[in-house]
């Protein structure tokens, strides 16, 4: 059994966000992407625009010393221009670990991310490691 292009793309994105491979990242995303943070700390909000999306991820590299891990667990397509990633994230910030899961929504418009809404097993935890 292939796999969904839509899918492939989201794997690519993972795999690029890991390496730290900005190019890459950036050639999969729209110029007007919005990546949607849910919570009540630093990071929540609506970061639009491509540069707002990496500046992002840059941040959270920052943030954690580069101990920010990501391990993808599943990528499912509708078929329609949407993706769900689930996913394992770890890290470290000051004396605070992180290990929660995750998931993301994704909207893909001509083959590009367009749209990314973040969702979390425990929001609370999360705005304590990030506040």
Not at 35 to 49: E, I, L, M, R
Not at 106 to 122: H, L, M, N, P, R
Request: glycine fraction near 10%.
């Amino acid at each position: 059994m292939s796999e969904h292009p839509d899918c492939a793309l989201i794997r690519r994105g993972y795999l690029a966000f890991v390496e730290g491979d900005k190019e890459t990242l950036s050639s999969l995303m729209t110029a007007d992407v919005v990546h949607h943070v849910p919570g009540n700390h630093q990071f929540s909000g609506h970061h639009k625009g491509r540069d707002a999306v990496l500046d992002l991820y840059r941040q959270l590299g920052e943030e954690t010393n580069g101990t920010m891990q990501v391990q993808l667990e599943a990528v499912l397509a509708d078929g329609r221009g949407h993706v769900m990633s689930f996913h394992t994230s770890r890290a470290d910030r000051g004396d605070h670990g992180l290990e929660i899961r995750e998931g993301l929504f994704f909207t893909i418009v001509d083959g590009k991310i367009s749209d990314i809404d973040e969702c979390t097993e425990d929001i609370d935890e999360e705005n304590r490691f990030w506040g």
